[in-house]
């Protein structure tokens, strides 16, 4: 899976958006972005993923560029519940066998009351 | 909603010991994956599973073994267990295919003294 690039770390205040940059610029044609975040002391969970076209759904949406070489995960009204470490990941299509997922360092979100 | 459950959140175990993980999933996947995650390094793969009594080994295998008799539950072992071990252990599972989205246990916190 090719290589994304996030900011260690971002803030936030409580009830405004939030915009995670991801650039991932060796990206290929089969790889879709997925967007998974860890709360403290709990796994990883799944927020988001897409291909080539914005995505919303009711944690997030996910803005990606039209060259695709960078998205990003726009949570639009950031809560406490919401600080976490956000991780960006691409993953080729493909089906068949089990892949595992790379998580590279991700960005710990902090939000602010 | 998947559920993936682990079987203790922490643990407490001496070097030297036989120490078993467990890892139940509610939602009839094939995939199930160990990963450990240590500060500074992410998340690992130690083994993951596609099927019934099928393994295959992850990154980091050495020290592990496995066991996957039920297509619910994966167990991780650790056969002696030693300092080097003390870590956060993850549970995940995953349907075969397109939509491989990975959905994380609470994770396990083992201590080896």
């Known amino acids: 899976d090719a290589k994304t690039t996030q900011p260690n770390s971002m803030e936030s205040n409580e009830e405004e958006p939030v915009h995670l940059p991801c650039n991932h610029s060796t990206i290929s044609g089969t790889d879709y972005i997925h967007w998974y975040r860890q709360l403290p002391s709990q796994g990883p969970e799944y927020v988001i993923h897409g291909l080539t076209s914005n995505v919303n759904n009711r944690m997030a949406s996910l803005a990606i560029a039209e060259d695709r070489k960078s998205s990003t995960l726009i949570l639009h009204r950031a809560t406490l519940r919401d600080a976490a470490v956000y991780y960006c990941i691409l993953r080729t299509l493909s089906s068949g066998s089990a892949r595992q997922l790379t998580f590279g360092s991700g960005t710990q979100l902090t939000v602010l009351p | ?113």
């Open chain 2, 1 to 113: 909603d998947v559920k993936v459950t682990q079987s203790s959140r922490y643990l407490v175990k001496r070097t030297g010991e036989k120490v078993f993980l467990e890892c139940v999933q509610d939602m009839d996947h094939e995939n199930m994956f160990w990963y450990r995650q240590d500060p500074g390094l992410g998340l690992r793969l130690i083994y993951f599973s596609y099927d019934v009594k099928m393994k295959e080994k992850g990154d980091i295998p050495e020290g592990y073994s496995v066991s996957r008799e039920k297509k619910e539950r994966f167990s991780l072992i650790l056969e002696s267990a030693s300092t080097n071990q003390t870590s956060m252990y993850l549970c995940a599972s995953s349907l075969v295919g397109l939509k491989d989205t990975q959905y994380f246990g609470p994770g396990t916190r083992l201590t080896v003294l």
